[in-house]
C-alpha cells in the first residue's frame, strides 16, 4: 500500500517535471519566435518615404501663409498644418495689435500700473529694447505714432507740419514701458499707439517652426507669411526675391537663393504707403525723424535667427548702407542685399554664395530677360475674402492663340495634383504639363495684402520663345475642390496699341483687370 502511494507521488513529480521541461520550451520557443518575427519585421520594414505637401491661405495675419512639409503620411502633413495654424491663432491673440482681445490691446489700456504678462509679450518687449538700442533708435515699436501721423496727412491730403513731425519724436523718445525681469511684468508708462510690426511675422513663423518640426513624422518644412520665410530641417528651399520694381508674382527675381535652416526676409516701400497729393510715401518710418524713407526701396536678409532677418530688413530701409554693413557684420550668419532708389544693388560678402547661379542683379536680369519683348500685359485680380482665414483656390491664368492652342502658362497655382482637374479649361489644354508642384514658389517679398496679387506676361510662350503679333486670349480660371468654379477672358491684340481692361468679377475672383502696355524700364 505504500509502496504504491510513494509510485504514485513519484509519478506525480515525475510528470510535473516533465510539464516544467515542457513550458520551458514552449516560453523559449515562443521568445524565440517574437524575436524571429522582430528581425523579420525589422529587416523588412521600409524606411518611410518623406513627401512634400503643401497648405495654401490668405488673409493669415492680414496677409497670405504657406506651409510646405516633408512628412512620412499625409496624416502628419495634415497635423502639423493644424498644429502650425493653432500656434498662429495662439500668437496673434498675444500680439496683435489690430486685434482689440488681444493681451497686448488689453495691456495697451494700463497705465503705470505693474501688470502680469506672458512670456511671449515679454520676451518681443525685450527684443525691442535690445533693436531700440542696436540700431540707434531707428526700430521702435512706438513709430506707430509717426505712422498714425502720416495716415491723417494722407486722409486730410496735406503734408504734415514740422511742429507735428516734432511732437511725434518727442513722443517716440519717450519710454513705453518699464520690464521687470524676475517678477515677468511690465509698466505701461504712456497711452501712445504702439505697432509691434517690425519683426514679429518672423517671431511667429519661428515659433510655427518649432511646433511643425517637433512632430516625429516631419524632417523639413518652410514657413511663409507675407514673404518672412524660414526653411527647417532637412528641407532644402529655392527662395526667388521679388524684384521691387515689377511687384509680380512671377517677374524676374532679383536673386533665387538656396537656402536651409536659414530664415529670410524682405521689407520694401514697394506694396504699402501714403498717398498725398501726386506724392507717394513709404509705409516704413525712421523712428528718429517722424518721416518715411526714400533712398532704400528694398532690402532682403538671410539669417540663422528668423527675428534678426525681420527686424534687420526692416532696419536697412532706414539705415544708411554703411551702417546696415556695419551692423550686419556685428552679427554672426548675416547676409542681405539692399536695392537703392536708383536701382543700385548693394550685398553683403557673402550674398553671392547663396544665390543658385551666382550671378548679380544686373546679370540676373539680363538673362533671364533676354529675348523679352518690350510689350508687357500686366495681370492683377483679387480673390475673395471670406471671413477669418481660407484656402486660396487653385488657380490658373494661362495665354491661347486664335487656333485655341495654350501658349503660355503665365502662373498654375495648387497644391493637390489630384485636384487639377478642377480647373476645366486649363487642365483640356494643359494635360501633359507637369503636375508635379505648383508654378508659385516660395517668395520673400515686401508683405502682400490677403488676396491681392500682380502678374505679368512678357511675350514669351512656355519654350521662351517670343510669340508673334496677333490676336490672343488671356484665361483665368479659379477652382476649390469640389466646390466653387469661375473662368474669365479677355481677348488681346499682342503688339496693338495700349490698351486695358477691367474684367467682371465673380465668387472666387472679385475683381481682376488687364494693362497692355511697352515696359518702363529694363
Known sequence: MDRSIEEKIEYIVTLRQIQFQLNKMKNYFFSWLIALSFILI???????????????????????????????????????????????????????????????????????????????????????DQWKEKTNGALNASAAIASNLWKRASSNQRLPEKEELDRAVDAMNQSQWILNT???????????????????????????????????????AVINIG???????????????????????NGIPLAQLKLQNKA??????????????????????????????????????????????????????ILSPKESAALAASIPGVEFQIITKTGEEIVSDGWRALQSNGKSLIDNKQKSSAGEDKFEAAINLELARFEGRFHRPFVAVWVENKKKESVRNVVVWFNKPRWLPELKRWFSKNQSVSQDHSTMGSISSATRSAGKYALVWNGLDDVGKPVPSGKYTIYIEAAREHGTYQLMKQDIDWKGKRNHFDLDGGVEITSASIDLHQKSGN
Not at 493644424?82 to 498662429?88: G, K, P, T, W, Y
Not at 527647417?232 to 511687384?247: L, Q, S, Y
Open 182 to 220: 524676475g517678477q515677468q511684468t511690465a509698466i505701461h508708462l504712456s497711452l501712445q499707439p504702439l505697432a509691434l510690426n517690425s519683426f514679429v511675422k518672423s517671431y511667429i513663423i519661428k515659433k510655427v517652426s518649432n511646433k511643425v518640426m517637433s512632430i516625429s513624422g516631419v524632417r523639413g
Open 227 to 249: 514673404g518672412d520665410i524660414i526653411v527647417a530641417g532637412d528641407r532644402k528651399e529655392t527662395i526667388h526675391v521679388a524684384d521691387p520694381m515689377t511687384n509680380a508674382e
Open 42 to 128: 525589422s529587416t523588412s520594414a521600409k524606411t518611410p518615404t518623406y513627401q512634400t505637401y503643401q497648405y495654401n491661405y490668405e488673409n493669415v495675419l492680414g496677409t497670405s501663409f504657406e506651409l510646405k512639409v516633408n512628412a512620412s503620411s499625409e496624416s502628419y502633413a495634415n497635423y502639423s498644418e493644424q498644429l502650425a495654424l493653432d500656434e498662429i491663432d495662439r500668437l496673434n491673440n498675444i500680439l496683435s495689435t489690430y486685434n482689440a482681445n488681444s493681451e497686448i490691446s488689453r495691456w495697451l489700456k494700463t497705465y503705470n500700473t505693474e501688470e502680469k504678462i506672458s512670456p511671449e509679450l515679454f520676451e518681443v518687449f525685450i527684443l525691442f
Open 264 to 317: 529670410i526676409a524682405t521689407s520694401g516701400n514697394y506694396r504699402r504707403g501714403f498717398q498725398i497729393g501726386t506724392q507717394w510715401f513709404s509705409h516704413i518710418l525712421d523712428a528718429r525723424t517722424a518721416m518715411p524713407v526714400s533712398e532704400i526701396i528694398s532690402a532682403t536678409v538671410v539669417s540663422n535667427e528668423a527675428t534678426d532677418a525681420g527686424a534687420l530688413a526692416t532696419a536697412f530701409n
